[in-house]
Each structure stands twice: as structure tokens, then as C-alpha cells.
């Protein structure tokens, strides 16, 4: 019994300890979009807070930013090539690595977000080569092009997965007759399993992991089906056809899953209904909770904050509005106009929300009973649409726009 019991505490350690080990990924901490910062700001001056420093001029992207070892990590456009580009502290690039073919066609600036794992950066690019690379200096580990490998297909912008990473692999969703998602080992980039293949292409999303009871499970969007799959093995323990809710031939889903309490929430845009899934408590099945048809999010991601769920939906590829539903009926507490859709993170009480049309940016309370703006200023550097979400570390706001990169003061230092 004390062997078992002995067991059972090594493999909850070691569970920990990878779920530690990522030091900044794509909408943070377990990709939730929350940021657990303190002492922050309640209210901006009224041109926005302190700009530290902005660094312009470099290579087009709408990768969020990732900090870690001291260093900012971002993607960027160049030659037809993604790169990783390290900036210090204020701003100065010390490096930049080629790492993958870019996406060809349309829209083809970068989108994956670094994944910082210790002393190893974790990308994938537009044209689906996924790379490991030292987060010190550049220098690649290793880089596999997973569309020749695995006859991997991609949606009609390419791929914008930001990498997963636990234990000892790297996830990626290949798609194609051969697979759908693959499982590389991080440090060698040699595969340990492939997944059963759907006829399914990848979408825009990137994958969370959840943890119920001791077990983990994957859980993807591809352009039709939601999957829950195992991180162990790649046994696709249950799908969901969430492509019957879409318009047809708009399976263009970019927004990543929520998980809490046993359920799964999946939005996506273009007038879609997005769904609340109730997970089985033996992780093998699903079942419909409530469908919504007013949240369809678009690009710039939902949170969760206690019961309800924040994001802003699609009218069109120019407009949507403010939107808050109650995470256990889908029961709409607010749909709100300002400016237009956007992105949304959250910190301390508050949400931080990113228009993607014009650039402003907002300081909104996080409470169901209105969308109540405290202060918001207008981002002054860059060029295109914003689309890059914001990021929060150690009391500093990082805001991408394209070829800028702006830090902003936001801690509160009269606390």
C-alpha cells in the first residue's frame, strides 16, 4: 500500500512539475487569458499609462509577446520566412532566427506565439515547420516540416497555432487522412505518436490541456471537429462535430477553448453558435450543456472570470460588440458597443480590452451588469490591423501592433 500510495504522489509531482515548466506561453498562464498580477492600476491617466520604451521597426507579426530568462520573445515576417526575434528588456533586439517557411498567400505576417519552456523556445510557422530553439541565443535544435512528414494540410490563412508543451513532447495539429494531431519529442523533435486521421484540416486555435482527477487530456479545435485527446498516447478519446453549428465553408475558428468545473466552452466567429460542452468524468464523452448564438468570437479570445464568460463577437469582419453570458446557461448579460471587436485579457479585477480597428484600448471592470469603461487611451505606433493580443508581466502591459512593439507602466506604486 505505501509503494501505491508512493506511486501515486511521484506522478502528481512530476505532473507539476511539467505543468511548471513552461514559463510563458500564448494568453498566459494555462492559456486562460488571466493574468494574476497585483498592484496594478485602477485607473490610467487620461492619455494612457507611462509609455517605458517602444521598439519599431520590426519584422511584421500578430504574435502576442512571451517573457522569459529576462528576454521578450516574438515572431515576425521577413523573406518569406517566420522568425524568432529576442528582445531585452527595453526594447533592443539581441537577436533574430529563421526558423520556418511563412504562410504564402494572404495575411501572411506571423501569428504564433513563442512557447518559453526553461532554456527552449517552441514555434510553428505559417506553412507548418515546427521549431525548437535555444531561448538564449537563437540557435536551432531542431525544426521539422510537418506538412511533408505527415501530409499535413492548412486552412486558407495558413496555420497560427501557438505550441503546446508537457512532459516530454511538443503537440501539434497536422491534420490530413494521415493525422490529426502529433505528438514530437521537445528536445529531439522525433515523433513519439501520431493520432488517428479525421480528413480534417487544422483551424486557427491553439490547443489547451486540463487536468481532472489525475489524468490529462488535450483538448483541440480542428475546422470541424472539438477533440479530446490523450496526451500519453494520442488516443482521440472523444469528438464533437462542432462544424454542424458553423456556416459552411467558414469553419475558420481562431478562438481557444475554455475549460472549468468539468465543461468546455468553444466561440468562434462569423455568426457560428458556440457551445458549452459537459466533459464526462471519465474524460471519454460529451454532451451539449446550452448552445449560444450571440458570443460568436471572432479573433480576439474569451476568459472566463468566476461564472462568466467575457469576449466580443462578430457582425462582420469590421465590427462586432462587447459580450458577457453566464458560464452555466449561456444567459446573455450584456452585448455592448464600443468602437469595435477586439481582444481581451484580464488582471485584477479588471478586463483589458483591444479594439482591433483603430487601436484604442480599455480598461473595463470586470462585472456582468455592464461594460464599464474606466479609462482608455489610443495605441500611437504601427501599422495594419491590431490584432496581436495584450500581455501582462510584472506590472508591465505589452502591446504588439504589427512592426511595434509598446511597453506601458501600469503598476500602481502608491500601494
Given amino acids: 500500500m505505501k509503494t501505491i500510495i508512493l ?17 510563458s506561453e500564448w494568453r498566459g498562464p494555462a492559456r486562460t487569458g488571466i493574468y494574476n498580477e497585483t498592484k496594478l492600476l485602477k485607473k490610467w491617466p487620461e492619455k494612457g499609462p507611462k509609455l517605458l520604451w517602444s521598439a519599431t521597426d520590426l519584422p511584421k507579426g500578430n504574435s502576442s509577446a512571451s517573457i522569459g530568462n529576462n528576454i521578450i520573445y516574438l515572431t515576425g515576417l521577413k523573406d518569406n ?17 529563421s526558423y520556418g517557411r511563412a504562410w504564402d498567400k494572404s495575411f501572411p505576417e ?32 531542431w525544426v521539422v516540416k510537418t506538412n511533408e512528414k505527415f501530409g499535413g494540410t492548412t486552412g486558407r490563412w ?14 501539434y495539429t497536422a491534420g490530413g487522412d494521415k493525422t490529426t494531431t502529433i505528438a514530437l519529442n521537445k528536445l529531439t523533435g522525433e515523433t513519439i505518436w501520431m493520432t488517428e486521421g479525421l480528413m480534417d484540416n487544422p483551424s486557427y486555435s491553439s490547443p489547451i490541456l486540463i487536468e481532472k482527477s489525475g489524468k490529462m487530456q488535450l483538448i483541440s479545435v480542428a475546422e470541424k471537429n472539438i477533440l479530446g485527446i490523450s496526451p500519453a498516447d494520442g488516443k482521440i478519446e472523444w469528438k464533437f462535430d462542432f462544424g454542424k453549428y458553423c456556416q459552411e465553408n467558414r469553419n475558420n475558428h481562431a478562438t481557444t477553448p475554455l475549460y472549468y468545473n468539468n465543461q468546455i ?27 449560444d448564438s450571440v458570443l460568436d468570437n471572432h479573433l480576439g479570445g474569451v476568459l472566463r472570470v468566476g461564472n462568466y464568460i467575457y469576449g466580443s463577437n462578430w457582425l462582420n469582419n469590421s465590427m462586432g460588440r462587447w459580450v458577457c453570458l453566464d458560464w452555466k446557461t449561456g444567459k446573455v448579460q450584456y452585448e455592448t458597443t464600443w468602437i ?13 480590452c483591444y479594439e482591433e480597428k483603430t487601436g484604442n484600448i480599455a480598461l473595463v471592470n470586470a462585472t456582468p451588469e455592464k461594460f464599464e469603461i474606466t479609462s ?10 491590431h490584432w496581436a493580443h495584450p500581455v501582462i ?17 501600469i503598476k500602481n506604486t502608491n500601494i
Fill in 158 to 171: 495558413g496555420i497560427a497555432e501557438s505550441l503546446l508543451v508537457f512532459d516530454n513532447k511538443v503537440f
Fill in 376 to 385: 482608455s487611451f489610443k495605441v500611437p505606433l504601427g501599422t495594419g490591423p
Fill in 7 to 23: 506511486l501515486i504522489y511521484i506522478t502528481i509531482l512530476s505532473i507539476q512539475i511539467s505543468l511548471c515548466q513552461v514559463v
Fill in 393 to 409: 508581466s510584472d506590472g508591465i502591459l505589452y502591446i504588439r501592433h504589427s512592426n511595434a512593439l509598446m511597453a506601458y507602466d
Fill in 110 to 141: 506571423s501569428r504564433s506565439t513563442p512557447t518559453v519552456e526553461k532554456d527552449r523556445i517552441y514555434v510553428s510557422s505559417g506553412l507548418g515547420d515546427v521549431a525548437c530553439i535555444n531561448a538564449n541565443n537563437g540557435k536551432i535544435f
Fill in 81 to 97: 520566412m517566420d522568425l524568432l526575434i529576442a528582445l531585452d528588456m527595453k526594447g533592443a533586439i539581441k537577436w533574430q532566427t
Fill in 265 to 291: 466552452y468553444v466561440s468562434s466567429g462569423y455568426d457560428h453558435k458556440s457551445v458549452m460542452l459537459n466533459l464526462s468524468d471519465d474524460l471519454t464523452s460529451v454532451s451539449i450543456a446550452w448552445v
Fill in 340 to 352: 469595435n471587436k477586439g481582444s481581451i485579457i484580464y488582471a485584477e479585477d479588471n478586463l483589458y
